[in-house]
């Protein structure tokens, strides 16, 4: 499957973006997804995964409440709602695919087999 994420962009403290992953290549409903960060000089890190019917989700601490994943499997894409930004939400944020049992949400970035280019957020003050 191949992932194309969009919708980064400059935003203020405070301010909301979504972003988006269109997949193509395969049947999309079959992978669990997730979307992951690096800011500069950090590791990669988990933000939230999905599983393949979206019915189970999970979310690294640092973004529940504010960051909401979400899917339409009709529409082959994966969305991420990202309120309440802050600039320690910046980094390149990519999506990923594991091809996986069902209803699982993976949380370790080897698990997932497919990975997008990443679309870059900034968060001024």
């Known amino acids: 499957v191949q992932l194309q994420a969009s919708g980064g962009g400059l935003v203020q403290a405070g301010g909301s973006l979504r972003l988006s992953c269109a997949a193509s290549g395969d049947t999309f409903s079959r992978y669990a997804m997730g979307w992951f960060r690096q800011a500069p000089g950090k590791e990669r890190e988990l933000v939230t995964s999905i599983s393949q019917r979206g019915t189970r989700t999970y979310y690294a601490d640092s973004v529940k409440g504010r960051f909401t994943i979400s899917r339409d499997n009709a529409k082959n894409t994966l969305y991420l709602r990202m309120n309440s930004l802050t600039p320690d939400d910046t980094a390149v944020y990519y999506c990923?695919?594991?091809?996986?049992?069902?209803?699982?949400?993976?949380?370790?970035?080897?698990?997932?087999?497919?990975w997008g280019q990443g679309t870059q957020v900034t968060v001024s003050s």
């Open positions: 990923a695919a594991d091809d996986t049992i069902a209803g699982v949400t993976p949380i370790r970035s080897y698990e997932y087999d497919y």
